[in-house]
Each structure stands twice: as structure tokens, then as C-alpha cells.
């Protein structure tokens, strides 16, 4: 099935690079657009995939739309694809906050599969957690399970609320560890240690706790324990971190995620801004 990419930002270009390089899909069977010709240009992976001049054009050569645009562009995207997907053409949404039946009733669609992915899925390690109508064909669900699977884990779900309530961990998350990873890089650097070797040292270490904690059933509990020692240095850091109110303002961070996912579903529910609804 031809695939049609709206948009190339950072997701568009994360899941277009995850998808030819998973080795399912080829560049031949992937049509890309964004608004900014100069974007498409700069993304490696968009070499030998095709491009329409418009985005109706593209639309109607494809049977599934992977919309990666900002949820403020969708009510444009909707009335430059009017007329222009089949009745059983596959909307696939990436879109925050952007609930299935917002997106049914926009397009005037029912075939509507909603992921949230995140940019890991450039190399084939997102995580993608995603909710479909119950209307895709056995050929159209085949088809999404790839998609997903060649991005990195898939995790489907039921509950549609379930991808809203993941969008601040699993679609902002790789922003959170290069966040604490940037903050141990400058404590590196302010403790003495240059910062080519600091990057080394605490890039190096992240990757490795992470896989050793994939490796033990994401045992997260255990491997802290197991480095620290009562009254040791690990739990010297550790009581620091808990002072300064860690756990209290990553919480407060996801509710923030949260909170702003939901004034996006809010945002979604109104009518098209062109009259569509
Ligand atoms: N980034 C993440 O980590 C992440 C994670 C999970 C979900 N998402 C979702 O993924 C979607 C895309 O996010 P992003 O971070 O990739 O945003 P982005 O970097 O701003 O990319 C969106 C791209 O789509 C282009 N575009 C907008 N309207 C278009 C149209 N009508 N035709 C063609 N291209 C169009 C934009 O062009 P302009 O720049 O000219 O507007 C931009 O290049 C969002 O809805 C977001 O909620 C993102």
C-alpha cells in the first residue's frame, strides 16, 4: 500500500527514516510532502521517495495518510484533502491530543488509527503506543502493525485514553533522559572533567544502565538497589536528588504533559475552522 507522509518535521522525517530503514518499506511505495521544500531536501531519507505537487495529489495516490503535521494545521490539512481520500482510505494521526472520532468526523473518514511515537523511532527503538477504529481491513491492520513494529515497540491499546495519558512520557520521554543527561553532562564539566569525555562518560553509562535494565525485565528497582549501598556515595547522591524534591518534580512534569494534552483535545473537539465539522 503507498504510504503518504504529511509533513516533514521532526516526526514526519523520525518515522519516514524508521520506516526504510526497518527494511519493510521501500522509498519507491512512500510519498512525502511539507510545506517547506528546502526541509525535504535535507532529509537523507527522502532521497527516491516520491512527491506530489500538491497534497491532494499525494493523497490520492495513497492508501493510508500518515498525518505528522502540529494539531493547529489539521483543519487546513482537512480542506486540502477534501475530495481527495478514497471511502476506505487509512488515516493514520501522530497528532497529540487528537482523539479518533475528532479525526472521523473531520474527514468524513471512519478508518482512523492514532499513534503516538516518539523520535527513537528514527533508529528503530521508539515507542509507539497506538489505538485504531474498529473499521480497518485485515489487509489495512496488517499493514499498521508493520508500520508500528518497523518504528520499534508497539503497544496497541483499547482504551484510547491510554495514548493520551503516554503522550508526556513515551512521545516527550526522549526529551526527559537528554534532559538529565545534559544536567549530568554540566555537572561533569563543573566538577573539572572536559566535556568531550563528560558527554563519553555519561552517554555511555545511560545506555548501558538502560540495557542492563532491559536485559533484567526492566528491573529498574533492583539495579538502584544493587549500586546502592547503605551509607555509600550512590546513596550519598541519591539523598541529594530526594531533598531537592526529584520524584516530586518529574511528577509535576508529566501533569504538566498531561495537562496540556488535554487543553489539545479540547482544542481538536471544536469545529473545523472552515465551516467542516
Ligand atoms: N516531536 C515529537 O517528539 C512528537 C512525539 C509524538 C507526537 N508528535 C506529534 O507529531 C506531530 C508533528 O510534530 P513535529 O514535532 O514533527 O512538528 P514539526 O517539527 O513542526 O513538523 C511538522 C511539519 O509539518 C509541516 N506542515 C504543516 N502543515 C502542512 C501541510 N498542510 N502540508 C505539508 N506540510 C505541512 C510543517 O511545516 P511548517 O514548519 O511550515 O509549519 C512542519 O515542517 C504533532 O502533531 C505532534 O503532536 C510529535
Given at each position: 500500500m503507498k504510504t503518504f507522509i504529511l509533513g516533514a518535521g521532526s516526526m514526519g522525517e523520525a518515522i519516514l527514516t524508521g520506516m526504510i530503514g526497518g527494511g519493510r518499506?521501500?522509498?519507491?511505495d512512500i510519498v512525502v510532502s511539507d510545506r517547506n521544500a528546502e526541509r525535504l531536501r535535507a532529509i537523507?531519507?527522502?532521497?527516491g521517495v516520491n512527491r506530489f505537487g500538491t497534497n491532494a495529489a499525494a493523497a490520492r495516490a495513497s492508501g493510508a495518510v500518515v498525518l505528522c503535521c502540529k494539531p493547529r494545521d489539521l483543519d487546513g490539512v482537512v480542506v486540502e484533502l477534501e475530495g481527495a481520500l478514497s471511502e476506505d482510505a487509512l488515516i493514520v494521526s501522530t497528532l497529540a491530543g487528537v482523539p479518533i472520532e475528532a479525526l472521523q468526523r473531520k474527514f468524513s473518514r471512519r478508518k482512523v488509527v492514532r499513534l503516538i511515537p516518539n523520535i527513537a523511532s528514527s533508529v528503530n527503538a521508539g515507542v509507539t503506543v497506538w489505538a485504531a477504529s474498529p473499521d480497518l481491513s485485515p489487509e489495512q491492520s496488517r499493514w499498521v502493525r508493520g508500520l508500528v513494529e518497523s518504528l520499534g515497540r508497539s503497544i496497541e491499546v483499547q482504551d484510547e485514553t491510554l495514548v493520551d495519558l503516554a503522550t508526556p512520557l513515551s512521545g516527550a520521554g526522549p526529551a526527559f533522559t537528554a534532559y538529565f543527561m545534559d544536567s549530568l553532562v554540566e555537572a561533569a564539566v563543573e566538577a573539572g572533567i572536559p566535556r568531550p569525555l563528560s558527554i563519553e562518560l555519561v552517554g555511555g553509562t545511560i545506555a548501558g544502565s538502560m540495557k542492563l535494565i532491559e536485559a533484567e525485565g526492566w528491573a529498574s528497582r533492583a539495579v538502584r538497589a544493587r549500586v546502592t549501598?547503605?551509607?555509600?556515595l550512590t546513596a550519598e547522591c541519591i539523598a541529594a536528588l530526594e531533598r531537592r524534591g526529584f520524584n516530586e518534580t518529574v511528577l509535576q512534569a508529566v501533569s504538566a504533559g498531561r495537562r496540556k494534552t488535554m487543553e489539545m483535545k479540547e482544542g481538536a473537539s471544536a469545529p473545523c475552522a472552515a465551516g467542516k465539522s
Amino acid at each position: 500500500m503507498k504510504t503518504f507522509i504529511l509533513g516533514a518535521g521532526s516526526m514526519g522525517e523520525a518515522i519516514l527514516t524508521g520506516m526504510i530503514g526497518g527494511g519493510r518499506f521501500q522509498a519507491g511505495d512512500i510519498v512525502v510532502s511539507d510545506r517547506n521544500a528546502e526541509r525535504l531536501r535535507a532529509i537523507p531519507a527522502a532521497r527516491g521517495v516520491n512527491r506530489f505537487g500538491t497534497n491532494a495529489a499525494a493523497a490520492r495516490a495513497s492508501g493510508a495518510v500518515v498525518l505528522c503535521c502540529k494539531p493547529r494545521d489539521l483543519d487546513g490539512v482537512v480542506v486540502e484533502l477534501e475530495g481527495a481520500l478514497s471511502e476506505d482510505a487509512l488515516i493514520v494521526s501522530t497528532l497529540a491530543g487528537v482523539p479518533i472520532e475528532a479525526l472521523q468526523r473531520k474527514f468524513s473518514r471512519r478508518k482512523v488509527v492514532r499513534l503516538i511515537p516518539n523520535i527513537a523511532s528514527s533508529v528503530n527503538a521508539g515507542v509507539t503506543v497506538w489505538a485504531a477504529s474498529p473499521d480497518l481491513s485485515p489487509e489495512q491492520s496488517r499493514w499498521v502493525r508493520g508500520l508500528v513494529e518497523s518504528l520499534g515497540r508497539s503497544i496497541e491499546v483499547q482504551d484510547e485514553t491510554l495514548v493520551d495519558l503516554a503522550t508526556p512520557l513515551s512521545g516527550a520521554g526522549p526529551a526527559f533522559t537528554a534532559y538529565f543527561m545534559d544536567s549530568l553532562v554540566e555537572a561533569a564539566v563543573e566538577a573539572g572533567i572536559p566535556r568531550p569525555l563528560s558527554i563519553e562518560l555519561v552517554g555511555g553509562t545511560i545506555a548501558g544502565s538502560m540495557k542492563l535494565i532491559e536485559a533484567e525485565g526492566w528491573a529498574s528497582r533492583a539495579v538502584r538497589a544493587r549500586v546502592t549501598s547503605p551509607g555509600g556515595l550512590t546513596a550519598e547522591c541519591i539523598a541529594a536528588l530526594e531533598r531537592r524534591g526529584f520524584n516530586e518534580t518529574v511528577l509535576q512534569a508529566v501533569s504538566a504533559g498531561r495537562r496540556k494534552t488535554m487543553e489539545m483535545k479540547e482544542g481538536a473537539s471544536a469545529p473545523c475552522a472552515a465551516g467542516k465539522s
